[in-house]
């Protein structure tokens, strides 16, 4: 028997607002296998980033019940749920999120380092040169481009060689050429370091990827 990275089970997630209750997540199943590629689609406001939030424990939801790694975290504090994630999950968002008074390098080897990993800036070199960065690594992100600071974000994201990546529209803010890129790179990465990928897009042909599309509305999961 493997263990599931990831399963969902009867999921709900409800909010409130000025108007009353709002239902973000209704009874939401789903399971990831290892090294799966998942693709999460639907309109704006069906709760594909919410189900990310919950599924990566940075939200709790309602009712029901995530399980990360076969460990439930509703019965973890904020502190254990971190601890739970370190090393074994990653994130890669629309925006990047880099810290500004760091290089590239150091953006990258700041979670080796808070992981411990031996060798962090030369593992976080290694990594940048993947992502076609070798020559960038100590410019600051201002100094960077959108995409050339999204392929940062993904070396960041998998020199630690997590077991799984959820990313929330990662070609979201790039243009056409770079989103290309990015998504080479991000498939090819997670398939190198055989990390299962929980992908949130608008982008059908990015979708089209994965080996599974999971579509989404009005907080449900409807195929």
Request: hydrophobic fraction near 45%.
């Amino acid at each position: 028997m493997f263990e599931f990275p990831l399963r969902l089970s009867k999921v709900c997630l409800t909010l409130p607002s000025t108007a009353g209750p709002v239902n973000i997540l209704r009874e939401v199943d789903l399971e990831i296998r290892p090294g799966e590629r998942v693709a999460v689609t639907g309109p704006s406001g069906s709760g594909k980033s919410s189900l990310i939030s919950v599924a990566a424990g940075l939200e709790r939801p309602t009712s029901g019940q995530v399980e990360l790694f076969g460990a439930d975290l509703g019965s973890m504090d904020e502190d254990g749920r971190a601890r739970l994630r370190r090393g074994r999950v990653s994130l890669v968002f629309q925006a990047f999120h880099l810290l500004p008074n760091m290089t590239a390098e150091e953006n990258v080897a700041a979670p080796l380092e808070i992981a411990r990993t031996p060798n962090a800036q030369v593992i976080a070199q290694s990594w940048l040169g993947k992502v076609g960065l070798g020559g960038r690594r100590t410019h600051y992100p201002h100094q960077l481009s959108g995409g050339e600071q999204q392929r940062v974000a993904l070396a960041r994201a998998l020199a630690g060689r997590p077991s799984l990546l959820f990313a929330d529209e990662p070609t979201g803010n790039l243009d056409s050429a770079n989103a290309s890129l990015v998504a080479d790179l991000m498939f090819d990465m997670v398939a190198d370091v055989g990390a299962a990928l929980v992908l949130v897009t608008h982008d059908l042909n990015l979708a089209e990827r994965a080996d599974r599309i999971v579509l989404m509305r009005d907080g449900a999961i409807v195929s």
